[in-house]
């Protein structure tokens, strides 16, 4: 079942915090709706924007170290780019043990993408197995976050 879809627009400055989507189903995609003149491509150095995710041999429980967090690690970095699907695992449980992740963020957009007449765009959503074994806590968590 779709969980939930919304459209994203990042406008220069536009960014998001290091975050899991582990409540908000078992798989996450993201469409990458990137808009720019002619045929030339998004360039990370000068317009920002990049989706970057965690080593996941990084996550939560490997970030806690004497009661204090270490910083992320980033492994994977994706630029903006027209009409490419992303997939990705946001939660999974055996029976005896949960798994979020991976942690990921997006670096703020610059100026110069859109003074150079880029836009990024983004079509997110998650997909819930409704055969999951997903917490009643977890469950209401995703219900708040829901798009109404």
């Not at 030339?40 to 924007?49: H, L, Q, R």
């Not at 965690?54 to 204090?68: F, I, S, T």
Request: aromatic letters at 14%; hydrophobic letters at 35%; charged letters at 25%.
């Amino acid at each position: 079942e779709l969980s939930d879809l919304f459209v994203t627009q990042y406008s220069a400055g536009d960014f998001l915090t290091p975050h899991d989507d582990g409540v908000c189903g078992n798989w996450a995609f993201v469409v990458s709706l990137m808009d720019g003149p002619g045929e030339e491509e998004w360039n990370v150095d000068d317009f920002g924007g990049t989706l970057r995710f965690e080593c996941p041999l990084n996550h939560v429980k490997y970030r806690q170290q004497n009661g204090m967090r270490r910083p992320y690690q980033w492994c994977e970095s994706l630029s903006p780019s027209f009409n490419s699907l992303l997939l990705f695992r946001t939660y999974s449980s055996d029976g005896k043990k949960i798994t979020t992740g991976p942690f990921h963020e997006v670096l703020p957009v610059k100026w110069k993408a859109a003074a150079e007449g880029f836009h990024r765009f983004g079509a997110t959503g998650w997909y819930m197995d409704m055969n999951h074994d997903m917490p009643d806590l977890f469950l209401a968590e995703r219900d708040k976050m829901r798009a109404k």
